[in-house]
């Protein structure tokens, strides 16, 4: 896959008048700026979450998004998404199954979303962590086809490249090849659209790895177990929240990808032929 051939996305970015100076000489010229704009996410016409995040991959969005926070356990609990586009923003309206609603008014979470932050709103401690099924040993993987894959993730950030403000999240094979990619503001945002993508698609998720070009924070991991992804690489550092997660589910845990350069946090057998055991 090329960077060629994938098309600049509508809506995630758009050009702006721009001043400043470059080699000691002053312009005044119009440049691509990342888009950045609230977006709602209503659940059987009761509002839950309020997202800052780029208008980009909507669907992809929403499923991610109600998956990894495990208001839906299964893709065929969501019977269908409207986008409503308003001055104010955009509102994601999910009809659910009455469990995933059941569930979700159990656990009820008042989120104000921004791009560094995905636990804004969380009513109480209780909320913060939930138990996740340890995820099976599955096939070994290599250390090159995760430096392959993070290199094939840095190519393919057509949004990164024009602006130079967003974040990024693929999946990739055994092998490294990255099938997909998808971009936003927030980190977690990214890696939700992945998670839809990755709902949506015929690919068997426990086969690959998700790397990311952030930190591995809390979050980051815990939306991977959910979908069933044994390995997470990082471009930056783990937290030390991260990795006892990922210890106690069996996600292999790599950061500071760069190169043939990496750290593995947790369950390095997965990365040397042997499975991991949570």
């Known amino acids: 896959m090329n960077l060629a051939d994938i ?21 005044d010229n119009r440049d691509w700026v990342a888009v950045e704009i609230p977006v709602a996410l209503e659940f ?17 969005f929403a499923l ?13 609990e969501l019977y269908g998404i409207e986008e409503e586009y308003g001055p ?3 509102t994601l309206k999910l009809e659910v199954a009455s469990a995933a609603f059941a569930r979700l008014r159990e656990r009820r979470r008042s989120m104000a979303g921004r791009t560094g932050c995905g636990l804004c709103g969380t009513e109480s401690l209780a909320h913060v962590a939930r138990t996740l099924p340890a995820l099976p040993p599955g096939s ?20 990164q490249k024009v602006t130079g403000a967003v974040h990024a999240a693929a999946w990739c094979t055994a092998e490294g090849e990255a099938l997909l990619v998808r971009e936003d503001i927030g980190r977690h945002n990214a890696l939700d659209k992945l998670v839809g993508a990755l709902a949506k698609s015929t690919l068997a998720a426990s086969t690959g790895f998700i790397a990311v070009t952030s930190r591995a924070s809390f979050e980051m991991v815990q ?52 499975p991991a055991t949570a």
């Open 7 to 27: 098309p600049l996305r509508p809506g995630g970015a758009e050009l702006l008048p721009v001043r400043g100076v470059r080699a000691r000489q002053a312009f």
């Open 44 to 60: 059987n016409g009761i509002a839950h979450a309020v997202m800052l995040a780029t208008p980009t991959d909507l669907a992809d």
């Open 64 to 76: 991610g998004f109600a998956l990894s926070e495990g208001i839906l356990l299964a893709r065929g």
């Open 88 to 90: 104010e923003g955009i």
């Open 140 to 159: 070994s993987l290599s250390k090159s086809a995760v430096a392959r894959g993070m290199r094939e993730l840095a190519s393919l950030q057509v949004l």
């Open 223 to 274: 939306k991977t177990v959910a979908a069933g992804v044994p390995l997470l690489a990082a471009v930056s550092a783990s937290t030390s929240m991260a990795t006892a997660v990922a210890q106690e589910t069996g996600l292999t845990l790599a950061g500071f990808v760069r190169g043939d350069d990496l750290v593995i946090y947790t369950h390095p057998g997965r990365l040397n032929g042997q």
